[in-house]
């Protein structure tokens, strides 16, 4: 009998950014629409779409092997799981989310200990919870379903605790940050038993490995050029790269080829400064991954 590992796909925000990582990674997910359970193109796996919420629940219990899900809804759930890798979506965001304790602009609240006695309004209420009690502050911790930034302008709640990441929204409702509780970024997480298991913790890895390659290729590509022999040295210092740039000798006497990965915006800068120093045949090309 074939074994196949399950894994969760995270609903909302992230599910996009999630397949178009696994496609670029190596793996083909079809999305069938208002289908929980993708067919993707590897008899190894078994997908399953749920919110990022219940994830490291699911996969805690078992009834995930592995899954992708923000490293906030692991603390809040308080999971027993094995953190795999981490993976900083840039696709998504340039800045990584941050939950932040906000007041009212003209609360006089500063600082966490002004918050005692107060009522907070959040959807991390068991990380919340936890957080206050371990600094010895007495607050009461209650649950937004939703536009919790408005929960203070209302006047149901004298702070909340929310997921930001330039503040903006929060600046828009007259609200100030007062604390950064934690940053918080997608992880590629399994279960203990698992993890445990050498044939599902191989497929695992495989899965962090690549995953973890296409998340380095982003906005990176490769150059390569043809670089004669008396602007190798110049050419090879302006040159930023992740372990220095490949150089071979060509046939063409005087001559070298050369090949580098850069960013993106970079290339625009570079390539002006390398036809001035007699480099011929820059060619540009993308990059999947890069391990």
């Not at 302006?238 to 150089?247: A, E, M, N, R, Y």
Request: net charge neutral; charged share 30%; aromatic share 8%.
């Amino acid at each position: 009998m074939e074994r196949k590992l399950k894994f969760g796909i995270p609903k909302g925000s992230l599910e996009k950014a999630t397949i178009e990582l696994f496609e670029q990674a190596g793996w083909s997910i079809d999305v069938y629409h208002r289908n929980y359970f993708p067919s993707v193109d590897d008899p190894e796996l078994e997908m399953v779409i749920c919110r990022p919420q219940e994830m490291s629940v699911y996969i805690e219990k078992g009834i995930l092997d592995a899954g992708i899900t923000g490293k906030d809804w692991i603390l809040e759930n308080d999971s027993r799981v094995v953190v795999v890798e981490d993976l900083v979506y840039s696709k998504v965001s340039k800045r990584p989310a941050r939950w932040v304790i906000a007041v009212k602009e003209d609360s006089g609240i500063e600082k966490l200990e002004d918050l005692k006695g107060k009522r907070i309004s959040t959807e991390l209420v068991n990380f919340t919870k936890r957080f206050f009690a371990e600094r010895g502050i007495p607050v009461e911790v209650s649950y937004s379903w939703g536009a919790t930034e408005a929960k203070v302008v209302q006047g149901l709640a004298d702070a909340i605790v929310e997921v930001t990441e330039t503040g903006t929204t929060i600046r828009a409702h007259g609200l100030k940050i007062i604390y950064e509780v934690m940053i918080t970024y997608p992880q590629l997480i399994a279960n203990e038993t698992a993890w445990q298991d050498p044939w599902k913790r191989k497929k695992i890895q495989q899965l962090a490995t690549l995953l973890k390659g296409a998340l380095n290729a982003h906005k990176k590509v490769g150059l390569k050029m043809n670089v004669p022999e008396k602007s190798l040295e110049e050419v090879v210092k302006l040159l930023p790269s992740i372990t220095g740039p490949t150089v071979s000798q060509l046939t063409r006497k005087g001559w070298y080829a050369l090949e580098v990965v850069v960013s993106e915006k970079e290339v625009r800068e570079l390539v002006p400064r390398l036809l001035e120093l007699g480099v011929e045949g820059i060619i540009e090309y993308s990059l999947n991954k890069i391990i």
